[in-house]
């Protein structure tokens, strides 16, 4: 008779008998103590005592290599994992590069810092983050932000572009600047302070103060030492419709609107060469600093000036309909 395998719990089912061996059905439970079959052998489990292959159904090795119907031996889960992963990586690299050319173009682009014109505001070296994306819906600058602009003609004629002897660094460079990681040493661009915008009158006379519209401003930001009209006194000057008149912090030491009222706009620059504003410096961490706009631009009339004839036409517009509306109301 073949072996037998009972269950100790009550009520089991009844075994079965096939093929001349009787088993009990997978619900039956563990027995509570061995069975003796006088050989003082416990009953056995088919599985060949404790010399057999190990128990069915165990968990797999994941480092191990699995083996396919065929016998061809398939990587292991790890291995594919980290093959997948060095496939992926070109896409994300890809996909960064491609985020980082739109962000530079549309939204936020880093620019250095060459010279000391905008002390102690920027100093030589300060990388700063220019906000790109507000100009693109047609905001204007404003007075006191510090702004990037091309160069409107004849500013830079006289400065070296500085380059690295190494084509190799050189190469890095360009790549990293045109994907906006890093600033470019190729672009002639210019960083100052928008003093007075379309419509203004700007003046300083002497040693100062600076007015703009007939309002002086309290200059805590210029470079200890210098006088708010610096070598260069000027004024007054009526600044054109769509451009703006910029001056440096370093007053001795900038090359501003001051400079260049010989040259076509009288030394203002167009607003549509305004690449956007500077916001943030944000390298080296030891200089980092927001860049308001000071509250002296914030004086009430300053901007009065630049629209004497507002008050007058605001009333007449309001007035004509109102006239209208009396006249058919009494008919």
Request: proline share 9%; glycine share 12%.
């Amino acid at each position: 008779m073949g072996d037998l395998v009972i269950g100790a719990r009550s009520g089991a089912p009844e075994p079965e008998d096939v093929g001349g061996r009787t088993i009990r059905s997978t619900e039956s439970a563990q027995p509570s103590g061995p069975a003796d079959d006088g050989s003082g052998a416990h009953a056995a489990d088919g599985s060949g005592g404790s010399g057999g292959s190990g128990q069915l159904g165990g968990p797999a090795d994941e480092g191990s290599a699995e083996t396919s119907d065929d016998g061809a031996e398939r990587p292991s889960k790890q291995e594919q994992k980290q093959r997948s992963f060095w496939k992926e990586l070109p896409i994300l690299i890809g996909i960064a590069l491609i985020l980082a050319l739109v962000i530079k173009t549309f939204f936020v682009q880093a620019f250095s810092i060459p010279s000391g014109s905008m002390q102690n505001t920027l100093q030589i070296g300060d990388r700063v983050l220019v906000d790109k994306l507000t100009p693109w819906f047609g905001a204007e600058p404003s007075r006191g932000e510090v702004v990037v602009f091309h160069d409107p003609g004849g500013w830079l004629n006289d400065e070296p572009v500085q380059q690295n002897n190494n084509a190799f660094v050189r190469g890095i460079q360009d790549v990293l600047s045109f994907i906006g990681l890093m600033p470019s040493a190729n672009e002639k661009d210019l960083i100052k302070r928008v003093i007075g915008v379309g419509g203004d009158t700007v003046e300083c006379q002497g040693t100062g103060p600076l007015k703009v519209n007939g309002v002086a401003l309290n200059e805590p930001y210029i470079f200890p030492g210098n006088t708010p009209c610096g070598q260069k006194p000027f004024g007054p000057i009526k600044v054109p419709k769509d451009r703006i008149w910029v001056m440096g912090d370093h007053r001795d030491d900038s090359l501003d609107s001051r400079f260049h009222q010989d040259q076509p706009g009288g030394g203002t620059v167009p607003t549509d060469h305004v690449i956007g504003r500077a916001f943030v410096v944000a390298w080296p961490i030891s200089n980092w600093a927001t860049l308001p706009v000071p509250d002296t631009f914030d004086q009430k009339g300053l901007a009065a000036a630049a629209l004497p004839f507002a008050p007058p036409v605001a009333g007449a517009a309001l007035a004509v309909p109102s006239v209208w509306w009396l006249r058919r109301y009494r008919r």
